[in-house]
């Protein structure tokens, strides 16, 4: 679809060969190439290596950056507040986006057309959102304002995730269960997931406490591993009590396993994103302590470890976005789960195509690509949910660019130099997920005379 902003020439030419694509598949990539795109440009945006090269390698860069009327270096154009620009372009794009397509039910309407289509219009639009918050005025009292919106949607995109990954093991769970039933193979595999899973938590947390503690210090560190194990216990036990299984018979490990890994890997993220600490050796020097010996030599390579982790990042970002905005992801959220009976164990379970309820798909070509036009009996996913959680993912990347609160000093060269705030915000996630898990056990003995389902 990139091609054919060019023309139908460049469309047949560059995407004759490429493989047969669906139509609600093709246009979610458009939206998260253009994610990317915005994302790249804000990192570069971060990079005071990026900035030095342009001065020392392109002529006349001071004319220029007066040219463009973004300060006599261009200092316009880098650092936080510029992040912060661009990041209010793209989130207003995508919440244009939402409001836009509030209630379409069918890809025939007018709206929906808009939607699927006209991408290169919609570049320049999004071009122009991002330039045109430069000419803000009154630009310190936008970006305080901004400041507490991003913070609020990064916080709400953070949320939407624990819920769609609590909703997610409980799915897992009953799905599985369903070819109990049937076949004594879901039986055996049920454990066999289980155990991993469990034998994975127990580790991490052995491995923390191996290399994130020592015998004087590291106060923190011991706290936290110690509440965090005991959470994963806590709700362990919880998950098997009579009282949760005789509301809940789909209650078991496997949900609780799940997310004891999860907050195992929290855990060590935020172990891993606190700032170091130091004390005097005995040669009055000092010397980190309460992390890896090995980690210290890594950072060493600050350039490579960015890189690498930065894109790892982003990536599980564009992952969640995508995953998230299925129509089954966006009813989970409105409390709206299949019924058990309709349940059909299979090990993929929640790879499942979209729109695999259309037993005729129509196919068209027209010169390009081959594109399966599988929405012609309505949509197969949320259009304004879609663009919700992409108008929330562009808060959260601005905050996680800029280091959260920590905005100031922030570089990306130094993305993973330890902040209090980040290690913070990891360790909140870790105890909301822990409750919302346990809110899903125990809410139907709060509440008895209401119907819960999960």
């Known amino acids: 679809q990139l091609a054919c902003c060019c023309g139908t020439a460049a469309c047949s030419l560059c995407c004759r060969c490429c493989p047969k694509i669906k139509q609600s598949t093709s246009t979610r990539f458009m939206y998260a190439l253009y994610f990317i795109l915005v994302t790249i440009i804000c990192c570069v945006m971060m990079s005071t290596t990026v900035a030095n090269e342009m001065k020392t ?6 004319q220029m ?4 009327q973004a ?10 507040s510029a992040v912060y620009k661009v990041c209010f372009g793209m989130a207003c794009f995508f919440f244009l986006f939402f409001l836009f397509t509030i209630k379409i039910s069918s890809s025939k309407s007018c709206r929906a057309y808009i939607h699927n289509g006209f991408w290169l219009f919609k570049l320049i639009l999004l071009a122009a959102m991002c330039s045109g918050a430069f000419f803000i005025p009154d630009q310190d009292t936008f970006l305080n304002a901004w400041r507490y919106v991003g913070a609020t949607g990064g916080f709400l995109f953070i949320a939407i995730q624990l819920i769609l990954l609590v909703e997610f093991a409980h799915k897992w769970n009953k ?3 369903a070819g109990t039933n049937h076949k004594q193979m879901w039986n055996g595999l049920l454990a066999l997931v289980t155990l991993i899973l469990y034998s994975i938590a127990v580790a991490a947390l052995v491995l923390m406490a191996l290399f994130y503690t020592r015998s004087e210090g590291c106060m923190y560190n011991k706290v936290l591993i110690g509440v965090n194990g005991g959470l994963c216990l806590f709700v362990s036990l919880v998950a098997i009590s009579p009282c949760v299984q005789n509301r809940q018979p789909h209650s078991g490990l496997l949900q609780s396993g799940v997310i004891s890994c999860y907050v195992m890997y929290l855990t060590f993220s935020a172990l891993s994103s606190k700032p170091p600490e130091t004390i005097l050796d005995e040669n009055n020097q000092n010397i980190t302590i309460c992390v890896p010996e090995f980690s210290q030599g890594l950072h060493r390579d600050e350039n490579l470890v960015t890189g690498l982790g930065t894109t790892i ?4 970002i564009l992952y969640s976005c995508l995953t998230s905005t299925t129509r089954a992801s966006s009813e989970a959220l409105r409390g709206i789960y299949a019924a058990p009976e309709t349940e059909v164990a299979r090990c993929c379970f929640c790879c499942v195509p979209d729109g695999e309820a259309d037993a005729e798909e129509h196919i ?3 010169g390009g690509q081959t594109v399966i036009y599988d929405e012609k009996k309505g949509t197969v996913y949320s259009y304004a949910y879609f663009h919700f959680v992409f108008f929330l993912a562009s808060l959260y990347v601005m905050m996680t660019v800029t280091h959260w609160f920590h905005y100031e000093s922030a570089q990306i060269e130094k993305f993973f130099t330890g902040t209090w705030s980040i290690f913070w915000i990891k360790m909140v996630s870790c105890w909301v997920c822990v409750s919302l898990y346990l809110w899903t056990l125990t809410a139907p003995l709060c509440c008895p005379t209401r119907e819960f389902s999960v």
């Open 71 to 80: 300060g006599e270096m261009c200092e316009k154009l880098v650092g936080y």
């Open 313 to 316: 990042l982003f990536g599980c």
């Open 65 to 68: 950056c007066k040219g463009i």
């Open 57 to 62: 390698h392109i002529p006349f860069y001071k």
């Open 175 to 177: 799905n599985w269960t």
């Open 364 to 366: 068209e070509k027209r």
